[in-house]
């Protein structure tokens, strides 16, 4: 709950898991992600390293370095955790049609 439970760290890991290009820049998820701040996505992303849920890669090719970011298998599996959160939630909890689809298109979960 250390990791999970900080703010933007769940939307990173979901950001992660959308589409059908599982690498992303730090860029893109910061725009993908809106308000968060560079300083708070760097963090997140440097404490989702250290706990094995993503990796990042470096392509030292390119100049400037490329990076980008991807769930390793711990994440994934964290995803999963998510989407049973997500069953549980449109049981008991809420009502959503478009999170009732198999994939919405919010949270691709």
């Known amino acids: 709950m250390n990791i999970i439970g900080k703010r933007w760290t769940i939307h990173i890991l979901l950001e992660l898991h959308k589409g059908e290009k599982k690498e992303k820049r730090f860029n893109e998820l910061k725009r ?7 300083k708070i ?3 997140r992303l ?7 849920m993503i ?3 470096i392509d030292e090719s390119t100049n400037p370095p490329k990076s980008e970011y ?3 298998e711990s994440g994934r599996d964290f995803v999963k955790i998510i989407q049973g959160i997500k069953r549980w939630g449109l049981k008991w909890k809420f009502q959503n049609e478009e999170c009732e689809k198999a994939i919405c298109k919010y949270c691709d979960v």
């Open 32 to 38: 993908k992600l809106g308000s968060i701040t560079p």
């Open 41 to 43: 996505l760097s963090e």
């Open 46 to 52: 440097t404490e989702l390293e250290a706990e094995g």
């Open 55 to 57: 990796m990042k890669n």
């Open 70 to 72: 991807y769930l390793t």
